[in-house]
Nanobody, 127 residues
């Protein structure tokens, strides 16, 4: 059974930094896109940054480019999201996501590409 467990959320002031971690279990040796989405109250869940765990290619949403970096540690089966220069609009619940093993993913930043989700970790940025 695939499980994704996020950690690292919290409350920070504008301009601060946080690093989120997503521990992946049950995914075996399969390699695919994995990454981070977020959902603020009253808004749709949106893609933040994803990484292909075989090629290490990464894609980030325009709203976080230059501030957020997604990375992975295959030995630890963990995906990270380093968030710098945080803004109030970054406040949201952040979710880790993975697709079905072996699935072809054509739109890596679209939530419909992913089947497995963690329970989320809250990030709150205050001014």
């Amino acid at each position: 059974q695939v499980q994704l467990l996020e950690s690292g959320g919290g409350s920070v002031q504008v301009g601060g930094s946080l690093r989120l971690s997503c521990a992946v279990s049950g995914y075996g040796n399969s390699r695919n896109w994995m990454g981070w989405f977020r959902q603020a109250p009253g808004r749709e869940r949106e893609g933040v940054a994803v990484i292909h765990t075989a090629s290490n290619n990464a894609i980030a949403a325009d709203s976080v480019k230059g501030r957020f970096t997604v990375s992975q540690d295959n030995a630890k089966n963990t995906v990270y999201l380093q968030m710098n220069s945080l803004k109030p609009e970054d406040t949201a619940m952040y979710y880790c996501a993975a697709p079905v093993r072996g699935a072809a993913v054509f739109e890596p930043l679209q939530r419909g590409s992913y089947n497995y989700w963690g329970q989320g970790t809250q990030v709150t940025v205050s001014s």
